[in-house]
């Protein structure tokens, strides 16, 4: 049993959408995904990469992924990390991978002096649910989120 966890490297940009695709399918919105290989090379391995990723393999072959970047808080004046995307296929499930992408993400927390790593969780994922409150997360309650997009997103930009 051997499991590391790694930065994506360039010529992993296929891999990464696999992997978002597989994540959208399992979260019920694979017609959402828009992105493309090509896009999602330019993002995380471009000239300025403001979103990163690690790989999880499992016997040598990938078995997750993380897509993460930092955060600010006004609040504290000191940077953070958003867990943006988090997938372990459910054949693999159940072995720590999932834990161990999101370990990696605590330890680069403590290194950098960050105070936060924050994500968001689909009210209806359950198992996902129960696996965050077991390593110690707590539900953000008290916030609501809200997205501008779309034609809304068009037409408030016009007014400005």
Not at 6 to 32: M, Q, T, W
Not at 65 to 93: A, C, K, M, N, Q
Not at 129 to 154: C, H, M, N, P
């Amino acid at each position: 049993m051997s499991l590391v966890i790694r930065s994506a490297r360039p010529e992993e940009a296929g891999l990464v959408l696999d992997f978002i695709k597989a994540l959208a399918e399992y979260e019920r919105l694979a017609d959402h995904v828009l992105a493309t290989e090509a896009e999602i090379a330019e993002a995380i391995f471009g000239e300025n990469p403001r979103v990163f990723c690690d790989i999880a393999e499992w016997e040598g072959e990938p078995a997750g992924f993380s897509v993460w970047f930092y955060t600010y808080s006004t609040f504290s004046g000191r940077h953070g990390i958003w867990l943006e995307d988090l997938f372990v296929p459910p054949h693999l499930r159940g072995k720590g991978i999932g834990k161990a992408l999101i370990a990696a993400l605590a330890k680069r927390c403590v290194a950098e002096g960050l105070p936060r790593l924050a994500w968001w969780v689909l009210n209806w994922n359950e198992p996902s649910r129960v696996f965050y409150r077991s390593i110690g997360a707590k539900a953000q309650d008290e916030w609501t989120v809200k997205r501008l997009d779309g034609e809304a997103l068009a037409r408030l930009a016009g007014e400005g």
